[in-house]
Nanobody, 128 residues
Framework: QVQLVESGGGLVQAGGSLRLSCAAS????????MGWFRQAPGKEREFVAA????????YYADSVKGRFTASRDSGKNTGYLQMNSLKPEDTAVYYC?????????????????????WGQGTQVTVSS
């Protein structure tokens, strides 16, 4: 089992920045990827970003590319999502997730149901 605890959400004005954290604990040694997803009211959960467990490869949704950066601190077993130039349309509950099963295609990385463990979510609200 893997436990994920997120923090760092909040209210920010458009153009501002936030950094989300996702602290992982438990049996994390066989983890392959940490993903970030978000879900706005009335919408499906959507892929935001992902990073491999070694921190050497990152993937981003087109809507956040150039503004968001995913990273990992292996010593702290924590992942981060740095969000800059925030827009009102970024408002959502943000979730981190971990996949431990092998990854054979990038489609898996961007698909929510392909992840094995989820955090509780943290609210991000961007005001205009």
């Amino acid at each position: 089992q893997v436990q994920l605890v997120e923090s760092g959400g909040g209210l920010v004005q458009a153009g501002g920045s936030l950094r989300l954290s996702c602290a992982a604990s438990g049996r994390t040694f066989s983890s392959r990827f940490m993903g970030w997803f978000r879900q706005a009211p009335g919408k499906e959960r959507e892929f935001v970003a992902a990073i491999n467990w070694g921190g050497t490869s990152t993937y981003y949704a087109d809507s956040v590319k150039g503004r968001f950066t995913a990273s990992r601190d292996s010593g702290k077993n924590t992942g981060y999502l740095q969000m800059n130039s925030l827009k009102p349309e970024d408002t959502a509950v943000y979730y981190c997730a971990v996949r431990q099963r092998p990854v054979y295609t990038t489609v898996v990385i961007t698909t929510a149901f392909e992840y094995d463990y989820w955090g509780q979510g943290t609210q991000v609200t961007v005001s205009s």
